[in-house]
């Protein structure tokens, strides 16, 4: 027997409101994530303080990547939960978690005080929020694609990642003030905890309108919610899905760490501009890729995910390092702000078709771990260390536009999956497997 259509999907505002709940988290989670890397500096003297200033900002960006390597853990512990009991419950579990490391970061003394348990229980929380965002991404991404009308699933996944964005807007505007409004040394000292306060504030927020979700028909039609021995039996048996779905989540990944996470930094440290500079930069950047990714998941709704897939893994290939190598022959404010934008519109718009486009491949039973764990490996292995690596490149190098290549490689990953699943057919295959 078919459920009936929960009350939140049954117009357009009610739609409206979904969305909104569902995503509240997904914005919680990269609110902290970019406050981190924005303020690694700060962190690095607080709980890493080294004498080389390299090896201190190192340190930080590995407890930074070190959370990623939590979510391929979460993505089939917690994602085959979801996938059992439901999208609403799993997505409160997930929330608490998430808090529980947010409010770690926000409050653990520095090492000055308490010496080595301060690194430790920093990276206590950052492992938190790894295990909790490996399945986040997974299961709003999921619940957006189960309530969307079916032509316009591209439009309505795509604000999974929208709400990374206005996280990333609203934690640069609250940097902004800061630094507009405290001294240097202020911020160094207690200042850069502010935002992460802000963060921990509005949990309790997020909890109750993320209580109020209604759980997906999809979920609720189905007859058969399959045992936990089912749902790893059936991703082993998928493997080839797995892999093609975690190329294709690469050039995601490595390309929005790189713009967003990494962009204050690398403004600061490499190419030595101002913390203003650098934050009006990200700022037009999340504002850049909140635009591009409904504008792409909506045109992938019309012309199918392959073409945009194709194209902008080919353009970033073909101009990611030349335009870094353009920027770091004269740095400026300028320069940056249109090379960023240019690499966010190459990110977004590949990414407003890739999400989707993930949802459909991966089996319909097993739907969230399968999604969460091709994301969670592509960010563990490779996404979540692009700072990390970026910073490295350019030390062992030499070269300040060497995080290009990376991103390059990124892209190259995401042209061989989407080669992958889409040659002779096999994305009709993958689709019509998913759906039974």
């Known amino acids: 027997m078919t459920a009936a259509v929960p009350p939140a999907a049954s117009g357009p505002s009610s739609k409206l409101a979904t969305v909104l709940r569902v995503t509240s ?29 390299f090896a201190s900002l190192l340190l930080t960006f590995m407890t930074f990547g070190a959370g990623f390597l939590m979510r391929p853990l979460g993505a089939i512990i917690l994602g085959a939960y979801v996938d059992r009991v439901g999208r609403r419950k799993g997505l409160i579990v997930t929330l608490a978690i998430m808090a529980v490391g947010t409010v770690l970061i926000a409050f653990v003394p520095g090492y000055a005080t308490i010496g080595l348990l301060a690194p430790a229980l920093v990276l206590t929380g950052r492992l938190l929020q790894g295990f909790s965002a490996g399945v986040e991404l997974g299961g709003v991404s999921v619940y957006l694609a189960e309530m969307a009308p079916p032509d316009r699933k591209g ?49 309790p927020f997020i909890f109750v309108i993320r209580r109020s979700l209604e759980e997906t028909e999809a979920f609720l039609a189905r007859k058969h919610h399959p045992t936990l021995g089912e749902i790893y039996a059936s991703i082993l048996s998928n493997w080839r899905i797995v892999l093609a779905g975690m190329l294709l989540v690469v050039m995601t990944t490595v ?82 702000l249109v090379v960023e934008l240019w690499l966010s519109f190459l990110y977004a718009s590949y990414n407003g078709a890739m999400v989707v486009a993930l949802t459909e491949i991966v089996p319909a039973s097993v739907r969230t771990v399968g999604f969460s764990l091709c994301y969670s490996l592509a960010t563990a292995l490779f996404g979540g260390f692009t700072p990390a690596v970026s910073t490295a490149l350019i030390e062992l190098t030499g070269d300040k536009a060497a995080p290009g290549l990376w991103m390059t490689f990124a892209a190259i990953c995401g042209l061989a999956a989407t080669l992958m699943v889409y040659r002779g057919g096999e994305a009709r295959r993958l689709v019509t497997a998913a759906a039974a």
């Open 25 to 53: 988290g997904n914005f919680l989670e990269m609110f902290d994530f970019f406050l981190f890397g924005f303020y690694a500096t700060y962190i690095a003297n607080a709980f890493f303080p080294a004498t080389n200033e």
């Open 155 to 203: 439009f309505y996944v795509s604000w999974q990642s929208g709400s990374q964005q206005v996280a990333i807007i609203v934690a640069a505007a609250i940097g902004y003030a800061l630094n507009s409004l405290l001294m240097p040394q202020t911020m160094a000292d207690w200042g850069w905890r502010i935002p992460f306060l802000i963060g921990s504030l509005i949990v």
């Open 255 to 336: 390309s929005f760490y790189l713009i967003t996470v990494y962009t204050p930094t690398y403004g600061k440290s490499v190419l030595k501009l101002s913390i203003t500079d650098s934050l009006v930069v990200t700022f037009c950047v999340a504002l850049s890729n909140l635009f591009w990714l409904p504008v792409m998941g909506a045109l992938s709704d019309r012309i199918g995910r392959q073409p945009i897939l194709l194209a902008f893994t080919v353009l970033t290939i073909l101009t990611a390092y030349p335009a870094l190598a353009w920027l770091v022959t004269a740095p400026s404010f300028q320069r940056m």
